[in-house]
C-alpha cells in the first residue's frame, strides 16, 4: 500500500526557510515520479516541484525556482522540499504526491490529475 506523509510545515517570517518531509511507503523512488504541489485558499492546486528518478527528471514552477530545492534521502524513504527566501505568497497547504512513471513520458509529471497517491498536506504560513 502506497502511503505518504508530509511534515515539517509551520509559520515563518517572510525570509524564512522550512524544509518539508514527505516519508513515502509502498514503492519506490525508481518507479514512481514524486510531485510536490500546494494549494492556498480561495485558488487551484498549484505544482511546485517533482521529481523522477527513472527519467533523470526534475521541475521547478517558476515562482520557487532558485529558492526551492526537492531531494530524496534513499535510506529513509524520504522527500523532502528545502524553501527558502520564503514569500507570503507562498502560504499554502503542501501536498506531495506520487505516481508510477510509464516509458513514454517526457519526465514527471507536473499535473496534479496524473498523480495517483497524496499526503495530507502541511500547512505552511509566511507572514510579512
Known amino acids: 500500500e502506497v502511503q505518504l506523509v508530509e511534515s515539517g510545515g509551520g509559520l515563518v517570517q517572510a525570509g524564512g526557510s522550512l524544509r518539508l518531509s514527505c516519508a513515502a511507503s509502498g514503492f519506490t523512488f525508481d518507479e514512481y515520479a514524486i510531485g510536490w504541489f500546494r494549494q492556498a485558499p480561495g485558488k487551484e492546486r498549484e505544482g511546485v516541484s517533482c521529481f523522477s528518478r527513472s527519467h533523470g527528471s526534475t521541475y521547478y514552477a517558476d515562482s520557487v525556482k532558485g529558492r526551492f530545492i526537492i531531494s530524496i534521502d534513499n535510506a529513509k524513504n524520504t522527500v523532502y522540499l528545502q524553501m527558502t527566501s520564503l514569500k507570503p505568497e507562498d502560504t499554502a497547504v503542501y501536498y506531495c504526491?506520487?505516481?508510477?512513471?510509464?516509458?513514454?513520458?517526457?519526465?514527471?509529471?507536473?499535473?496534479?490529475?496524473?498523480?495517483?497517491?497524496w499526503g495530507q498536506g502541511t500547512q505552511v504560513t509566511v507572514s510579512s
Open positions: 504526491a506520487a505516481t508510477k512513471m510509464f516509458i513514454g513520458w517526457p519526465g514527471c509529471p507536473t499535473e496534479s490529475a496524473t498523480y495517483d497517491y
